[in-house]
């Protein structure tokens, strides 16, 4: 996994900035249970966006909601 971006919340709003630090953007090594749990996430989010339809809202995130 690529770390290129940090989502940060200042007075209740968020937003996606560049980390403070070069040693922040840096590849992560996944075991294998990860990225299977990644995908089974994907799969879920892809078949919400199609229930959800044009009120889906699309972010690029991996988790949109906390």
Do not use: Y
């Amino acid at each position: 996994m690529k770390i290129e971006q940090s989502l940060i919340l200042i007075d209740g709003t968020s937003r996606i900035e560049a980390p403070k630090t070069e040693r922040s953007r840096r590849i992560v090594d996944l075991d294998v249970a990860t990225l299977e749990a990644l995908r089974a996430h994907k799969k879920r989010q892809l078949e919400e966006r199609l229930t959800a339809g044009a009120a889906w809202t699309n972010s690029d995130l991996v988790f949109t909601d906390g």
